[in-house]
């Protein structure tokens, strides 16, 4: 069915001007429509979430439901603050006056999300975008069909579809979308399809939030509870959609001499969490579609690392399963390391010192995450000052996306922009800028016909030089 | 009960990550492109310079070429007492600035017309650069029918004073129209024309700036060479276009499809729309592109009200104009067609800033329903922890309530 996509803006556009998003009733009516789809169709979602990556169902739950229902709780608790103008102090320069930053809607807006939470990095936005004030459209990706499929019915049912649309389709919808103006597109995805998002906005000069990926690496030092690290580690990499995340620990890095204990612990602990079968383990999501495993089948035969699996490597094509797989000691320059990974592989480099993995992540494209895991605080200071990335863990991986008060986003290649929690709010807004002057306390100094005194007095004025402005006043 | 515990838990954090220290640590961005503009040469390149210094970055700044003078001062003084290794200026044409486009930066700023805007955000996208666009619009100044022969004299001058006082009406957020109610708009005219004499004297070719060269000038003279146009002017409308020199002009009720009316002026030309009810000026304003600014002289705080709630623009200002410039609290950007992203004071800071969230974890606590093999009692606690509802949690850990 072809998309009229002229009409639909019009009746975007149409909704926008009336008002009705604006106002503090329509969002909260959205926001709780949201709610209650996430509360009455749970079955549902983790069913097309099971059947489009065969996510466990603690997954489905833990990483997009409850994520979603949290921020969508989140939101309408604090909404009414969110809205209300930030008062400002404002100088002497501009005495008297007073001003405020008000919080208002961008306009008609658009949301492209991911395959891998699907459910998630579709409704995360969109939160955002309501609560904002805004009209949105969003298109889910058809990497993902079931939960498109998903979306676009629960949503037709509860949202008001006057001014929240879902859009679905592959390239020529996505491509027909673009060409539109919008008031502002958040992107989830690559960085290759990022840039042409950025290129369409460019035509419109629409802002852009683009929250991509890259190689989110791990420094494990020694002296640490080594289990508990490592178990945080699978829990972010394979636990997390097998690896197919953002924020999924991409490769590690560790000293030389402690890479065998660090190997073995990952071994053992891989064991406890998917059993010695891991391709039997219903814990672990299936790679997406066959294009993504020839992909990884592809870093993995790579005559560079063929030597260097030291666990796992085993692969089931037809039920698109991988094992997890750890390579040690990887060429700089092998496949697996110059591509984000987004899947069950775990590459593991090692250095002399455990400074020097500093500069091993600093010479490469800034990542969505970098993580640390060590108890020497010297460590921690030198990583948290130097290491540029979206976000940084300390002792854990992936959590701080769970921390509301934390904006999440890239920075360099691995995106533009930040959100969850209020800074969604703040993503979809413009902070207005009001200031009231008085007709009171004018400064004739401003105004023309200019002359020596005037300029004397005015440069005082914006010096805050009390003395010289006494002198210009009284023609000193 | 479970109040107690969410604090001891602190509660917005999911249990599972408890116990942790979050903050956020503002870094430098890398090396910064900025491109400035010609109408305001000094404050246009030097404010957004200090803001990617301020924030830990390099920069390199390319001031407009049609302002010459301006450019080699700023090259040379800024080489003089800069760190030259970190901030450098390059001057040239648009072939300087495409070249300059063609390199990997780590923000690009950019002042100047939507035109030219999309070429750099076009030329950024290759690179992910994010950029900022301060751009312009028809900043339009609502005059409402004022009655103290005091507040009439000072938002003339004030409105006189952000037109042909500003370069000549050539600044992103110089008043470009005004809208003002038919039964006061006779005064406003008399008030305007009286205080451009004593503001700009007899010879305004000597007090009031010149247009920036012969392209404006020829610019501004074809909006006014349209009959319909040249039939509504009622004051001014004289120019000399080798001295780059055009008067200020008043026109009363242009028509609203001329050009005048269409495009942003930048030049010494206000229109002035006259509407019924000066609540009428709102849905005018709201039928066009988002500007920079909105004035609105008026003590009418209904009106006021009504004008920031329903109208959108990078900022609204009450009874004064340009002033917002240097009010260093306030955000200083636009909305729409008046670009995206913000500067001045502290949000140029952060304009050129990354904020990198720092998330600390303890070793201490590991909660094993974190792990897999997923389990059903996992998943309720889970649920549980979701709903804060840690009571519950307790209950099922110790085996006396069933998933």
New interface residues.
């Given amino acids: 069915m072809a998309l009229d996509m002229e009409g639909m803006m019009k009746e975007l556009r149409g909704t926008y001007a009336s008002g009705k998003p604006k106002s503090y009733e329509w969002r909260v009516s959205q926001l709780r429509a949201l709610l209650k789809i996430a509360d009455h169709h749970e079955k549902e979602i983790a069913e097309a979430l099971r059947c489009d990556l065969n996510k466990p169902d603690h997954e489905s739950f833990v990483y997009e439901i409850a994520s979603m229902k949290s921020s969508c709780q989140l939101a309408l608790k604090q909404l009414k603050g969110w809205m209300k103008p930030e008062k400002v102090k404002t100088s002497l320069t501009t005495f008297p006056s007073s001003g405020e930053i008000v919080s208002e809607p961008l306009g008609v807006t658009l949301v492209i999300s991911a395959w891998n939470f699907p459910f998630l990095l579709s409704l995360d936005p969109v939160i955002g975008a309501i609560a904002a004030g805004n009209a949105v459209v969003l298109k889910p990706s058809e990497i993902a069909p079931a939960t498109s499929a998903v979306l676009s019915k629960l949503l037709g049912e509860y949202m008001d579809t006057s001014a929240v649309k879902v859009v679905e389709g592959a390239v020529p919808e996505t491509t027909a979308l673009l060409e539109q103006k919008w008031d502002k597109i958040f992107y989830t995805g690559n960085g290759k399809v990022g840039r042409i998002v950025l290129t369409a906005a460019a035509k419109h000069l629409t802002p852009v939030v683009l929250e991509l990926g890259g190689k989110s690496p791990v420094v494990v030092d020694k002296n640490i509870n080594l289990k508990v690290a490592v178990r945080r580690i699978i829990g972010g990499k394979w636990g997390c959609n097998n690896g197919q995340a953002c924020v999924s620990p991409d490769y590690l890095i560790t000293t030389k001499d402690n890479a065998s204990q660090l190997v073995d612990a990952l071994k053992s602990e891989l064991e406890a969490f998917y059993g010695k079968d891991p391709l039997k383990s219903e814990d672990l999501s299936r790679i997406v579609n066959s294009n993504h495993f020839n992909r990884l089948k592809n870093l993995l035969d790579d005559e560079k690392v063929s030597g260097k699996i030291v666990h796992g490597g085993q692969r089931d094509k037809t039920n698109l399963k991988i094992a997890p797989t750890i390579m040690l000691d990887v060429p700089g320059d092998s496949l697996v390391m110059n591509e984000e990974i987004f899947g069950p592989l775990l590459p593991i480099l090692t250095v002399y010192k455990v400074e020097d993995s500093i500069d091993l992540i600093n010479a490469r494209e800034k990542p969505l995450a970098a993580y640390l895991f060590t108890n020497d605080k010297r460590l921690k200071e030198q990583f948290i000052r130097n290491v540029s990335a979206g976000g940084l863990v300390v002792n854990d991986t992936i959590l701080h996306l769970a921390e509301h008060s934390l904006p999440f986003g890239g920075v360099g290649e691995s995106g533009m922009g930040a959100y969850h929690g209020k800074f969604s709010f703040d993503a979809f807004s413009h902070k207005k800028a009001v200031l009231q002057r008085s007709f009171a306390g004018d400064v004739p100094a401003r105004y023309p016909p200019y002359t020596s005194g005037k300029l004397k007095f005015l440069k005082a004025l914006l010096n805050g030089d009390l003395v010289g402005l006494i002198r210009a006043l009284i023609g000193w | 009960m479970n109040y107690l515990l969410s604090w001891i838990f602190q509660a917005?954090?999911?249990v599972?990550?408890f116990p942790?220290r979050?903050e956020?640590?503002p870094?430098p961005?890398?090396v910064i492109l900025v491109i400035s503009c010609w109408n305001f040469p000094f404050g246009v390149s030097l404010e957004p310079l200090i803001g990617a210094i301020a924030a830990g970055n390099t920069v390199v700044l390319k001031p407009s070429e049609l302002a010459p003078a301006s450019s080699s001062v700023l090259a040379n003084t800024i080489h003089t007492y800069l760190d030259n290794k970190a901030i450098k200026v390059i001057q040239g044409g648009p072939s300087i600035g495409e070249k300059l486009l063609q390199q990997k930066w780590?923000k690009i700023f950019f002042t100047g017309s939507?035109k030219v805007?999309?070429i750099v955000?076009?030329a950024?996208?290759?690179n992910?650069t994010?950029v900022a666009?301060e751009?312009g619009g028809k900043c339009p100044a609502i005059v409402d029918s004022l009655s103290?022969s005091?507040?009439k004299e000072?938002?003339t001058?004030r409105i006189?004073?952000a037109k042909f006082?500003t370069c000549a009406g050539q600044a992103c957020i110089a008043i470009d129209y005004i809208l003002v109610e038919k039964k006061f708009s006779t005064t406003l005219v008399k008030l305007l024309k009286a205080y451009i004499l004593s503001?700009?004297?007899e010879i305004p070719k000597e007090?009031v700036g010149r247009i920036i060269n012969k392209n404006h000038c020829s610019r501004l003279r074809k909006l006014l060479d349209e009959p319909s146009v040249k039939a509504t002017i009622v004051h001014g409308g004289s120019y000399d276009e080798d001295a780059l020199f055009m008067e200020p002009t008043l026109l009363v009720d242009p028509p609203l499809k001329s050009e005048i009316m269409t495009e942003e002026i930048f030049g010494p030309l206000l229109p002035i729309i006259t509407v019924e009810k000066i609540e009428d000026s709102i849905e005018f304003i709201?039928s066009r592109p988002r500007a920079l600014a909105i004035y609105a002289f008026t003590?009418n705080e209904t009106l006021?009200k009504k004008l920031?709630s329903?109208t959108?623009?990078?900022?609204?200002?009450?009874?004064?104009a340009i002033?917002?410039y240097?009010?260093?609290?306030?955000?200083?950007g636009g909305?729409?067609?008046s670009?995206?992203?913000?500067y001045h004071g502290k949000f140029s800071f952060d304009m050129f800033t990354?904020?990198?969230?720092?998330?600390?974890?303890?070793?201490l606590t590991?909660f094993w329903f974190?792990?897999?093999?997923?389990n059903d009692q996992?998943?309720q606690i889970?649920?549980s922890a979701?709903r804060f509802n840690y009571f519950e949690i307790i209950l099922i850990i110790l085996g006396l309530k069933k998933s």
């Fill in positions: 917005d954090l999911p599972a990550a942790s979050a956020l640590v870094e961005l890398g780590d939507a805007a999309r955000m076009t950024a996208a290759i992910l994010p666009v751009l103290s005091w507040d000072i938002a001058k006189l004073a006082g503001m700009f004297g007090s709201k003590n006021k920031a329903e959108s623009s990078g900022s609204v200002i009450f009874n004064d002033i917002q240097i009010a260093d609290s306030l955000p200083f909305v729409g067609e670009g995206f992203g913000r990354h904020e990198k969230p720092v998330a600390r974890r303890s070793f590991d974190r792990y897999p093999p997923w996992k998943l889970f649920k979701y």
